[in-house]
């Protein structure tokens, strides 16, 4: 009697390493995508700026764009949330696109809380080297040398922009040419700041990118 030779199974056309691998690449994708998903849905969502804008503009929905952070809670309240009705607000400074806004950031239209512009004079080699323009965002921290223990830096000003430079040619302080810089102040810091440029020693820190001010506002001699 004959025997039927037995045949190989054939292997489906659509199954081989190729489509594998990009099979494998679609759910490693898939899965990437659900975990920011969830990250997102997870996080804290504020209102950002859209596109730069100047200070003294009537906000519009256009104007922000809502976005997920991590801010803790005592971060939080110093955020405008999307919960809040923009009718009726404008900024009461510039604002850079991508940029968290504060809600000291925005006052009711017309309520004349513009903000302040006042210059800090300041030499190079307490100010990133001179390598400062118009638009860029400074904090200001004031040294107080009161000598021994009693010597403290603090924060004065965080996230200030740079509206003007104003330049001293041939003023010499301590052996570096004298640099202003003209800030966009907040109302509230006003004060702080005229006391510590009378009183203190001042040092200029560039911003880079956007986010909340630094964790750390002072510091003594006994921190370090």
Known sequence: MAVREAGRTARAPWLNARTGFGLALFLVSLASGWHLLAATERGVHVWAAATDLPAGVALREDDVVVVATELGPDQ???????????????????????????????????????????????????????????????????????????ARTSLVVAGAQILDLVVADGLMVDGGSLTGLTLD?????????????????????????????????SASAGDL
Do not use: C, W
Not at 123 to 140: E, F, I, N, Q, S
Not at 186 to 209: M, P, Q, S, Y
């Open 76 to 150: 939080l309240t110093a955020y405008l949330g999307p919960d809040l009705d923009l009718e009726g607000l404008e900024l009461t400074r510039p604002a850079q696109q991508g940029e968290l806004l504060a809600a000291s950031f925005v006052a009711p239209e017309g309520s004349g809380s513009g903000g302040r512009s006042m210059t800090v004079p300041v030499t190079a080699d307490h100010a990133v080297g001179g390598k400062l323009a118009p638009g860029d965002r400074v904090d200001v921290y004031a040294t107080l040398t009161g000598g021994g223990a009693s």
């Open 185 to 217: 102040v907040d109302d509230a810091d006003t004060a702080r700041l005229a006391f510590a440029l009378r009183n203190a020693e001042i040092d200029i820190v560039k911003v880079r990118g956007h986010g909340p001010p630094p964790s750390v506002a």
